[in-house]
């Protein structure tokens, strides 16, 4: 259907978007690179020169940086295995005939609208707090030493807090898979005498299969950088316990002013991004065009 | 589904479900109730749920001793700004994609997808020392283009799903009748497009009204939206229950309005059409 005048016109009203995207991915990568190999520090800008890999070996030998590795892949997948599990579970709850479906959707989706520093320092604040919490409430109701969330298990804390966020998301997009299903299938399924574990895993879990794989693509791009909760409820730690990829390389340029260090963990942390992604792309692809 | 229930079977999936989804909101709703306590009530043991001398002074005190509404006109200001920016960039973007496929239209829209995949510390360093030399740091159009950049790639993903439903026949008949490209675009397109507009809209403002790392790491206080506001109260002396209860209400409340209002588009527009 195309003429070539709209090719032209096309390719004229494409490369704004293109341009301005390619510039932002390139230029800054380029100069994290650059800095990475260079004697940088904020606070001594008259100390500077090509350093090598020092800055790389300085942010890997860093004690801290394998316990962030591992910190990150934590926090992503129990984000993941949370939601997902927890899910496909509601999805299912939700998707019976129930009266006022249509306001435990609103509810349901609610915690995703919220802002993640709201979202944390309520936990943080109104939940977690081992003194006046709700939870340290309920502990003394039940006669139990109040717990301290995040000083204890402040990783498992933060996880929880954004599993909040995003269980809504992984539902609704579940939800709207299985509503897609036709109940023909089920139907026939269920005469044919098929338990309700067996509908569930050779009917449904297939077809949600597509939308599984679309939940664990987008979760990923957004929870690999999370940032915010952590910054307002623990700080990274208690020590380093809390800290990730992100949290460590924030510290090293804001905190510790030392731009070539964190410029070296901004590589690191966009290799690793990379692997993941690679993997990923290749799944949802493969998902996608079927 | 349409299948036959009874009734006493919907009684416990109505039970069970709203049990669930109470408590996936109860944080939300706790956070209300709290705003309205005075402070003392707001720490109260054992908590206190309704039966309180409700008060608007929180919401007060936040606004005149921290200038609440100043944070709040730069979420504004910047979540439109850059969501209104990037559709007049995606809108001709995503048209020449879904009207005018190339060879490369495929994977030049995993390649922008891919760009999403690049994380934010990755490039932290260098847009820093750029803002610090051109003096965008703390500035609303600093923030406003950077946010611009990060939700692009969903912005054009978005409206492409959208326009690829819109049957080019249309277009063809509009042109056949003399329309211009620019005319075709907007008399004809734009209208047919519009619901697609609008939820790429809504769905993109609250991704920036939310997004908390560009906007903490890069204002101070002139340009600080709603995030940075937020998130001075994890300090130990902002510890006030109440006031931030209010601070968070009025933060999240009109985000919260507007999802409401999107959700049914959400799941589309945020799995890029590929659930529907």
């Known amino acids: ?290 | 589904m349409s299948r036959a229930v009874t009734p006493a079977r919907k009684t416990i999936n109505t039970v069970l479900a709203w049990t669930v989804a109470l408590i996936l909101f109860f944080p939300i709703l706790w956070t209300v109730l709290t705003s309205f306590k005075p402070e003392p009530v707001a720490v109260a043991s054992p908590p206190v749920f309704l039966n309180f001398d409700w008060t608007l002074k929180n919401y007060y005190d936040v606004e005149r001793q921290r200038d609440y509404f100043d944070y709040f006109l730069n979420s504004v200001i910047i979540s439109l700004g850059s969501t209104v920016l990037g559709l007049v960039l995606a809108v001709p973007a995503a048209w020449s994609m879904a009207f005018v496929p190339g060879r490369r239209t495929k994977d030049l829209l995993m390649w922008m997808l891919s760009t999403k995949m690049m994380p934010a510390v990755g490039v932290l360093v260098p847009i820093y020392l750029i803002f610090r030399t051109l003096g965008l740091l703390d500035s609303r159009i600093g923030l406003t283009v950077v946010l611009m950049l990060i939700n692009l790639p969903i912005i054009v993903w978005m409206l492409y799903t959208y326009f690829r439903e819109i049957p080019g026949e249309i277009l063809e008949a509009a042109r056949m009748d003399g329309a211009t490209l620019s005319s075709e675009i907007i008399y004809v397109l734009t209208p047919m497009a519009l619901p697609g507009i609008a939820s790429t809209f809504l769905l993109n403002v609250i991704l920036a009204w939310n997004e908390a790392f560009w906007t903490i790491n890069l204002t101070v206080t002139d340009a600080a939206p709603l995030t940075k506001f937020i998130a001075g109260f994890s300090s130990p002396q902002g510890l006030f229950y109440a006031k931030l209860s209010a601070a968070s209400t009025m933060a999240i409340a009109p985000i919260l309005v507007l999802g409401w209002f999107s959700q049914r588009q959400l799941v589309r527009g945020l799995t890029f059409g590929a659930v529907k």
């Open chain 1, 1 to 290: 259907m195309s003429t070539q005048a709209s090719r032209v016109a096309a390719r004229a009203m494409l490369s704004p978007t293109v341009l301005l995207l390619l510039i932002w991915m390139i230029v800054p990568l380029v100069l994290t690179l650059w800095f990475s190999f260079q004697r940088y520090n904020l606070l001594y800008p008259d100390r500077s020169g090509f350093i090598g890999l020092s800055n790389y070996l300085n942010f890997v030998s860093a004690p801290a940086f394998w316990g962030a590795i591992i910190n990150t892949f934590l926090l992503v997948g129990g984000v993941l295995l949370v939601t997902v599990v927890g899910g496909i579970g509601i999805a299912l709850l939700i998707d019976q005939p129930i009266w006022g479906q249509g306001i435990v959707r609103i509810l349901v989706i609610s915690p995703f609208f919220i802002m993640p520093p709201v979202a944390a320092l309520v936990w943080k604040n109104m939940f977690f707090n081992p003194t006046n919490g709700l939870f340290a409430e309920a502990f003394k109701l039940i006669e139990l030493r109040p717990f301290d969330f995040l000083g204890q298990a402040p990783l498992g804390s933060i996880i929880m807090i954004v599993s909040w966020e995003w269980l809504p998301f992984a539902t609704l997009i579940l939800l709207t898979a299985l509503q897609s299903l036709s109940s023909e299938q089920l139907e026939a399924a269920e005469m044919d005498g098929a338990p309700p574990v067996k509908r569930f895993w050779f009917i449904m879990l297939p077809h949600l299969a597509r939308a599984i794989t679309v939940v664990i693509l987008i979760e990923t791009i957004f929870l690999l950088g999370i940032f915010g909760e952590i910054l307002v409820t623990t700080n990274g730690g208690p020590g380093t316990s809390s800290t990730t990829l992100t949290y460590l390389v924030y510290k090293e340029a804001l905190l510790d002013f030392d731009a070539g260090t964190a410029a070296a963990g901004g590589v690191v942390a966009v290799i690793l991004a990379n692997i993941v992604a690679v993997f990923l792309m290749r799944a949802v692809g493969r998902n996608l065009d079927a």
